[in-house]
């Protein structure tokens, strides 16, 4: 990045484009989120404890952020070798599945979640099966790890992929010709060195876990205390015009998600400061 | 406008890299001489496992994608065409179906468009300047990625609502915003917001600002510098955000559901009419307008590879 910016840029416009970004930042996303801020403070911090600790709040974030963790965990493991079977390895339609994991980035939160929740079901291709096994996933818990699961897989592949891609082989060449075994210079020398962008995608997976609502609901059952995420609790609250409610909860996610923002950025520092060659 | 862009150091991108499995052609193994008892091909093979080993990763790999991924993507089509292809078309030709077809249309334009003119200022701003607090603006853009749609669409709720900020004013100058399309495509501006700006801000920032400075000393006006040099540097770049920010904007559930109100023929998006059809059982119409939104995904997903190898063309002979 020798060409960057200019230290004094003789360019035009500067004033202008500076002063509409800003207008219209504040205006669709600064103000909506500070009313959402402002609102909760027309509840004494009693109730808004109130709010938080209720049982059914409760669950509902533990639910949430309980089976996202969960299912950052295996999209972590899931991840790490879809991209080295991606990026180590030639074989048939590799090219397709690289293509392929892109998908759940891509298809609507909706059409995800009534598909998984087809499949899934007690008399879907998958569900089928599972209920002969005695395992139900539609309309359990299971059903919302695995809607999670699908939403985060694309993350943890697409932050270590290029990482993996880069990695210089001569680390790996130099192990082995010093005798380490393979199982070492994997465990001991190329997994190490992808840490920070495994711990990247798997804080992104995780954000986007927590706040998942289309493709989750579907699948869920949504039984209050057992199946009910934190974003559909929201939405019931709204509903029942119990604004108050709704923004108490909203402002933890919310809260938890920037924290999660923050963390990555921490992450991404670190990073670079390992690899002083980017 | 010929001026050459100078050396642009840009960074490898995923897709132009062929990965390869057999190292020995490229980059010959060092010389073992510690070990004279490895057998000859493990030397050549410093750098892959054991087949056995590559074998099961590679099934795991392709297992996983396969059930979790590609099996929910043939089952919207399967379950969309379990009555035939007559109910197929019959359900896509509802009244229902046609409005919600229609709002979905419109509220993407209309974010693209916004989020499109936005994204080209932020990032000429951006970019193109050294100014305090830089990280901190990029951060503030990329907002909307880390809330979640249910929470970008409350906060408008709280602001444009019965019992919301501007709610009294609004209801007494009978201005509608919620549970309308004004609402509608507030929350989905809302969610697609980063798209653009995200996508054009690393380009152009590597693209540095010679050229543009060279045709302003060469006497060109602000906007002749955008049109003519600029805008021609970023078409795919732009062409990319705007792909990612119209597939959202259509696809986006969370945040439209709290604000559209459901009113049936008037406020549903496409897949808000997912959800009210799945809802009622009326399986073949519900997975009819899903398998249009699956199909829209597809083709951004193929039009989004061709795009990123036209970026790393673009690249590419920008670098030699």
Same mark, same amino acid.
């Given at each position: 990045?020798?060409?960057?910016?200019?230290?004094?840029?003789?360019?035009?416009?500067?004033?202008?484009?500076?002063?509409?970004?800003?207008?219209?930042?504040?205006?669709?996303?600064?103000?909506?989120?500070?009313?959402?801020?402002?609102?909760?403070?027309?509840?004494?911090?009693?109730?808004?404890?109130?709010?938080?600790?209720?049982?059914?709040?409760?669950?509902?974030?533990?639910?949430?952020?309980?089976?996202?963790?969960?299912?950052?965990?295996?999209?972590?493991?899931?991840?790490?070798?879809?991209?080295?079977?991606?990026?180590?390895?030639?074989?048939?339609?590799?090219?397709?599945?690289?293509?392929?994991?892109?998908?759940?980035?891509?298809?609507?939160?909706?059409?995800?979640?009534?598909?998984?929740?087809?499949?899934?079901?007690?008399?879907?291709?998958?569900?089928?099966?599972?209920?002969?096994?005695?395992?139900?996933?539609?309309?359990?818990?299971?059903?919302?790890?695995? #809607?999670?699961?699908?939403?985060?897989?694309?993350?943890?592949?697409?932050?270590?992929?290029?990482?993996?891609?880069?990695?210089?082989?001569?680390?790996?060449?130099?192990?082995?010709?010093?005798?380490?075994?393979?199982?070492?210079?994997?465990?001991?020398?190329?997994?190490?060195?992808?840490?920070?962008?495994?711990?990247?995608?798997?804080?992104?997976?995780?954000?986007?876990?927590?706040?998942?609502?289309?493709?989750?609901?579907?699948?869920?059952?949504?039984?209050?205390?057992?199946?009910?995420?934190?974003?559909?609790?929201?939405?019931?609250?709204?509903?029942?015009?119990?604004?108050?409610?709704?923004?108490?909860?909203?402002?933890?996610?919310?809260?938890?998600?920037?924290?999660?923002?923050?963390?990555?950025?921490?992450?991404?520092?670190?990073?670079? #400061?390992?690899?002083?060659?980017? | 406008?010929?001026?050459?862009?100078?050396?642009?150091?840009?960074?490898?991108?995923?897709?132009?890299?062929?990965?390869?499995?057999?190292?020995?052609?490229?980059?010959?193994?060092?010389?073992?001489?510690?070990?004279?008892?490895?057998?000859?091909?493990?030397?050549?093979?410093?750098?892959?496992?054991?087949?056995?080993?590559?074998?099961?990763?590679?099934?795991?790999?392709?297992?996983?994608?396969?059930?979790?991924?590609?099996?929910?993507?043939?089952?919207?089509?399967?379950?969309?065409?379990?009555?035939?292809?007559?109910?197929?078309?019959?359900?896509?030709?509802?009244?229902?179906?046609?409005?919600?077809?229609?709002?979905?249309?419109?509220?993407?334009?209309?974010?693209?468009?916004?989020?499109?003119?936005?994204?080209?200022?932020?990032?000429?701003?951006?970019?193109?300047?050294?100014?305090?607090?830089?990280?901190?603006?990029?951060?503030?853009?990329?907002?909307?990625?880390?809330?979640?749609?249910?929470?970008?669409?409350?906060?408008?709720?709280?602001?444009?609502?019965?019992?919301?900020?501007?709610?009294?004013?609004?209801?007494?100058?009978?201005?509608?915003?919620?549970?309308?399309?004004?609402?509608?495509?507030?929350?989905?501006?809302?969610?697609?917001?980063?798209?653009?700006?995200?996508?054009?801000?690393?380009?152009?920032?590597?693209?540095?600002?010679?050229?543009?400075?060279?045709?302003?000393?060469?006497?060109?006006?602000?906007?002749?510098?955008?049109?003519?040099?600029?805008?021609?540097?970023?078409?795919?770049?732009?062409?990319?955000?705007?792909?990612?920010?119209?597939?959202?904007?259509?696809?986006?559930?969370?945040?439209?559901?709290?604000?559209?109100?459901?009113?049936?023929?008037?406020?549903?998006?496409?897949?808000?009419?997912?959800?009210?059809?799945?809802?009622?059982?009326?399986?073949?119409?519900?997975?009819?307008?899903?398998?249009?939104?699956?199909?829209?995904?597809?083709?951004?997903?193929?039009?989004?590879?061709?795009?990123?190898?036209?970026?790393?063309?673009?690249?590419?002979?920008?670098?030699?």
């Amino acid at each position: 990045m020798s060409t960057a910016v200019a230290r004094r840029s003789t360019l035009p416009g500067f004033g202008l484009t500076m002063g509409l970004t800003l207008t219209w930042l504040s205006v669709i996303i600064l103000l909506p989120l500070a009313g959402l801020f402002l609102k909760t403070f027309e509840l004494s911090l009693d109730q808004f404890w109130g709010v938080i600790t209720s049982r059914r709040t409760l669950s509902a974030l533990k639910v949430s952020f309980g089976l996202s963790f969960a299912a950052a965990c295996v999209n972590l493991v899931m991840g790490t070798i879809i991209v080295w079977a991606l990026v180590r390895y030639r074989f048939p339609g590799r090219r397709l599945f690289d293509a392929i994991v892109d998908i759940p980035f891509a298809l609507p939160t909706a059409v995800a979640g009534v598909a998984l929740t087809q499949l899934f079901a007690q008399k879907g291709w998958l569900g089928a099966p599972l209920a002969e096994l005695g395992i139900k996933v539609a309309f359990t818990p299971i059903g919302i790890f695995v #809607a999670m699961i699908f939403i985060g897989i694309p993350f943890v592949v697409r932050t270590v992929q290029p990482v993996l891609i880069d990695l210089d082989p001569e680390i790996e060449e130099a192990a082995a010709s010093l005798g380490a075994t393979r199982w070492h210079t994997v465990f001991r020398v190329i997994l190490p060195s992808l840490i920070p962008a495994l711990l990247t995608g798997f804080a992104l997976a995780f954000a986007r876990a927590i706040g998942e609502y289309g493709s989750v609901i579907f699948i869920a059952g949504n039984l209050p205390n057992v199946s009910e995420i934190a974003p559909l609790l929201i939405v019931i609250r709204l509903s029942e015009f119990r604004y108050a409610d709704a923004t108490a909860i909203a402002v933890v996610m919310l809260v938890a998600s920037f924290l999660i923002i923050f963390l990555i950025n921490r992450l991404q520092h670190w990073a670079q #400061a390992r690899s002083p060659v980017h | 406008m010929s001026m050459q862009t100078g050396v642009v150091t840009s960074p490898k991108q995923l897709r132009s890299y062929a990965p390869e499995t057999d190292v020995s052609v490229a980059s010959p193994a060092p010389r073992v001489e510690t070990a004279p008892s490895r057998p000859v091909a493990a030397q050549r093979n410093l750098r892959t496992e054991p087949g056995p080993v590559r074998f099961i990763i590679i099934t795991l790999a392709v297992a996983f994608l396969s059930v979790f991924v590609v099996l929910p993507l043939v089952v919207v089509f399967a379950s969309a065409f379990s009555k035939g292809v007559g109910a197929y078309l019959a359900a896509l030709a509802e009244p229902e179906a046609l409005s919600a077809i229609r709002l979905t249309l419109l509220v993407a334009a209309i974010s693209v468009t916004l989020n499109l003119v936005f994204g080209v200022i932020a990032a000429w701003a951006i970019s193109k300047f050294d100014f305090a607090g830089k990280t901190l603006l990029v951060t503030l853009i990329d907002l909307p990625f880390s809330v979640s749609p249910v929470i970008s669409g409350l906060v408008f709720v709280l602001l444009f609502g019965a019992q919301g900020y501007f709610g009294p004013w609004l209801q007494s100058h009978n201005v509608q915003i919620l549970f309308a399309v004004p609402g509608i495509a507030l929350a989905t501006v809302f969610v697609t917001f980063p798209f653009v700006a995200r996508a054009l801000i690393p380009l152009m920032q590597e693209q540095g600002t010679q050229e543009e400075e060279a045709a302003i000393s060469l006497g060109a006006s602000g906007l002749q510098t955008f049109f003519r040099v600029t805008l021609p540097n970023i078409k795919w770049g732009l062409l990319y955000g705007v792909l990612l920010c119209n597939a959202r904007a259509m696809g986006e559930f969370g945040a439209v559901s709290v604000v559209s109100g459901h009113i049936r023929g008037e406020t549903n998006t496409m897949p808000l009419l997912v959800e009210i059809l799945y809802n009622e059982y009326q399986f073949v119409s519900s997975f009819a307008i899903a398998s249009l939104l699956a199909m829209l995904a597809l083709i951004t997903l193929v039009v989004k590879t061709i795009l990123e190898r036209r970026l790393d063309e673009g690249e590419a002979v920008d670098g030699d």
